[in-house]
């Protein structure tokens, strides 16, 4: 009598489980397997089982390719998202314009020194600047990986005015593997044909732009852009 107690406890216990997985018995191999949840759309690094990182992958996003205020555009780049966006003022509001996927320097944190492989960051209030867009057609760099001197930055190379030499905004001419990513020196890297489209539409000496730390979210007037955007142009 008590092997049947048990057996009934036993049996009792199984039946309330299945219940609570929706009738499914957990030997039952047609269960549909567990689904990860959806990685936040603000956050391009995957941290996969076994301690790798990989990132989410991205597309150009056009929204408004005319239509702003002259002049009115500018940059911001989230580190978290690895994403450089473009906003405008439409109608006496800031839009987001565009957005590019893009692949900054493999070392986090705020650009400190010459050679940390780090991407300098900047604020609304102190941005930084593009202070000349260059023809970067012909332009080699070794990046020390074997392949020897290649080029690399895509047409354009827009200089960023920074504290620092050499930080700019530029292609990925044999690197577009990378993106979106951390793999760079310190600059920041687009597709080629996003870096065309970004300067044949948008980009200008002068255009301020904002690098945004890794822990740094969406600032006020990009929640709004992103709320306007969400009930109009997609």
Partial sequence: MQMNLKSLIAALAIALACTACGGKSHGDQSAAPSTPAAHPDDVAEVMQP???V???PDTA???H???WDEGSPFVVVSKRELRLKVYGTIGGDTALLAQYPVCLARNKGNKQRRGDNRTP???MDNPFH?????DASTWHHDFGDGRG???SYGHWFMRLATPFQGIGIHGSTNNEDKMPGRDSEGCIRLRDNDLDHLKATYARVGMPVVVKAEDQGDLPFETRAAKHNS???N
């Fill in 130 to 134: 593009i202070s000349q867009i260059q």
């Fill in 54 to 56: 990989t990132y989410r």
């Fill in 231 to 233: 009930h109009g142009a």
């Fill in 65 to 67: 390719e005319q239509g």
């Fill in 121 to 123: 960051e900047s604020t």
């Fill in 149 to 151: 001197s290649i080029l």
């Fill in 61 to 63: 996003r056009i929204l």
């Fill in 50 to 52: 076994d301690g790798t």
